[in-house]
T-cell receptor, first 116, second 114 residues
């Protein structure tokens, strides 16, 4: 079956612009995660959805970052007033949540965001 | 707070040699531990995970890891390296206090020499 997909694969924008990054999870997966991976670093947790609601958004760095998942499937990560420091690969993952923290997460290929 | 430390940002081994990638964790409660591999231009793929069922965990592609509570370690090993093992490897921790948040280490890039 299809894995997690993310669009676009690459996004170049100018400082101060608004961007949206999309994640299509594996069908039937109720849990969805966003991570940010800067060059030479491991993924950094941003937000976790269980269904339509954000169960944990403690990783969002500031109020310029926002994510939604209105129908419990596709999710969009929105970044306002982008800054050069936002440049990174944004990863999405999903899991078939059984309620266990040991659930396996399946990762998408990521969106590489470059802010000029 | 939970954290993960991967010792060595780069590891180089010869083909056929033992692979040992080190990971130490910090957690106030029994953790769940994971190893992921990331090939160039591909997403993270789960190699194996520790969920307290057994201390020696076997994963895909011949990798295994041993949970040692006394050493707070979860090192990844493979008896014989293959050229196709060259990739970035990440250790990660998740535990009850962090909910579903996963904390990743900085990663170790494995080079395999012919």
């Amino acid at each position: 079956g299809a894995g997690v997909s993310q669009t676009p694969s690459n996004k170049v924008t100018e400082k101060g612009k608004y961007v949206e990054l999309r994640c299509d999870p594996i069908s039937g997966h109720t849990a969805l995660y966003w991570y940010r991976q800067s060059l030479g670093q491991g993924p950094e947790f941003l937000i976790y959805f269980q269904g339509t609601g954000a169960a944990d958004d403690s990783g969002l760095p500031n109020d310029r970052f926002f994510a939604v998942r209105p129908e419990g499937s596709v999710s969009t990560l929105k970044i306002q007033r982008t800054e050069r420091g936002d440049s990174a690969v944004y990863l999405c993952a999903s899991s078939f949540s059984s309620g266990s923290v040991a659930d396996t997460q399946y990762f998408g290929p990521g969106t590489r965001l470059t802010v000029l | 707070a939970q954290s993960v430390t991967q010792l060595g940002s780069h590891v180089s081994v010869s083909e056929g040699a033992l692979v040992l990638l080190r990971c130490n964790y910090s957690s106030s409660v029994p953790p769940y531990l994971f190893w992921y591999v990331q090939y160039p231009n591909q997403g993270l793929q789960l190699l194996l995970k520790y969920t307290s069922a057994a201390t020696l965990v076997k994963g895909i592609n011949g990798f295994e890891a041993e949970f040692k509570k006394s050493e707070t370690s979860f090192h990844l090993t493979k008896p014989s390296a293959h050229m196709s093992d060259a990739a970035e490897y990440f250790c990660a921790v998740r535990g009850n206090t962090g909910g579903f948040k996963t904390i990743f280490g900085a990663g170790t890039r494995l080079f395999v020499k012919a």
